[in-house]
């Protein structure tokens, strides 16, 4: 039987019952915090095409982890973007023992113990053509020459204080190299967060804004996936937890729910997804224009992949969730006014009646009456 029995508005009718009955939820204890990470001291530098995202120097850096620790955020993903002078062709600046990424680990391990640190393992910010790897002669990227500076870099974050290590490249093999050179180095406990279905996307622009990382030449399709393949994914990711990835990724997410929903039935390790650049501008830059609700949008953004399947989102909003997840929803006005005329009606005291006053005995009847 269904109508009129079955109404299922009966638990729509306030914020209260929605809660109750709410079938995904987005936690602070879910979120992953970037930080782009920049030469010198005490800077601060805003992102252009990201509205509230900065290029901090280790220092300011370190504050930032302490404010993220603070909201109960668990963790933070770090990104190294030295100046250009410090670039070379295969970026080795990316395992130097006081690189950027090197020295903010150090700091942020010392400083905010019990913050979970991630390391972007890559080379993209640290090669002078913006590609993820060595470049041969034809101007491709050498898959197995890549891996041997993955493994050196990894190990390099490794000892520095990471947590966990993200190959971000699109490498084959990768997660397998850097496992071998990190159980080898002693570090068994360091675990891998794999960018397993990367996809080359366009949501990525201002990322690149953000870690000086554009292409010089060409693009990276080469090695990235192609974003009309959803079986290639789940096979990639396969591979990944085969070579011993502790977390797999899906990066971007808001076009990928369907990529994001397949992996989580494949596998069944931890499924990060990257709520990435370009899904967080272009709402920054619809919101600027009055034509959507930022906070609303990015909650519904977020919460649709947390229900696709992820159990993490790396996220450019981390520090504005971790407030308005905490915040309870307010019912409308009018049903305010109602919930309350309901109640006062229901507390209401009726006064009692005042007792009558007893009425006087008679008088005895007197004689001759």
């Not at 942020?108 to 993209?124: K, N, R, S, Y």
Request: glycine share 8%; aromatic share 6%; hydrophobic share 40%.
């Amino acid at each position: 039987m269904s109508f009129p029995i079955h109404r299922l508005r009966r638990l729509r009718r306030s914020e209260g019952l929605r809660r109750l009955v709410r079938e995904t939820h987005v936690r602070v204890g879910d979120l992953i915090a970037p930080i782009f990470l920049c030469d010198g001291e005490g800077q601060r530098q805003e992102i252009p095409s990201m509205p509230g995202i900065y290029r901090y120097s280790v220092d300011a850096a370190v504050e930032e982890a302490k404010l993220l620790y603070s909201l109960k955020i668990p963790a933070v993903l770090l990104f190294g973007v030295p100046h250009e002078r410090r670039k070379d062709g295969v970026g080795k600046e990316a395992w130097a023992s006081d690189g950027l990424v090197q020295k903010a680990l150090r700091a942020m391990h010392e400083q905010v113990p019990g913050l979970v640190l991630i390391a972007d393992t890559c080379f993209c910010e640290y090669t002078e053509h913006g590609h993820c790897g060595v470049l041969n002669a034809g101007k491709e990227v050498q898959n197995d020459r890549t891996l041997e500076n993955l493994a050196l870099t990894a190990v390099s974050q490794a000892r520095s204080g990471a947590d966990l290590v993200a190959p971000s490249g699109m490498m084959d093999g990768a997660v397998q190299a850097i496992r071998t050179a990190l159980d080898t180095q002693g570090f068994t406990d360091v675990g891998i967060m794999a960018y397993s279905a990367k996809y080359a996307s366009a949501f990525y622009g201002p990322f690149r804004d953000a870690a000086d990382s554009t292409p010089s030449f060409g693009d990276r399709r080469q090695y990235q996936m192609d974003f009309h393949n959803i079986r290639e994914a789940v096979r990639e990711t396969e591979l990944d937890v085969e070579e011993g990835a502790d977390i797999v990724m899906v990066k971007p997410a808001l076009a990928y729910l369907d990529v994001i929903r397949a992996v989580r039935e494949s596998v069944h390790v931890p499924l990060a997804a990257y709520n990435v650049s370009g899904e967080f501008s272009m709402v920054k830059a619809a919101a600027k224009r009055g034509w959507i609700d930022e906070k609303r949008t990015a909650l519904e953004i977020t919460t649709g992949i947390k229900r696709a399947g992820a159990d993490l989102i790396i996220t450019y909003w981390a520090k504005d969730l971790a407030t308005w997840l905490e915040e309870l929803p307010a019912e409308p006005a009018d049903k305010k006014k109602e919930a309350a005329e309901a109640a006062k009606r229901a507390t209401k005291v009726v006064p009692a009646e005042a007792p009558k006053p007893p009425k006087p005995p008679k008088a005895p009847p007197q004689a001759g009456t």
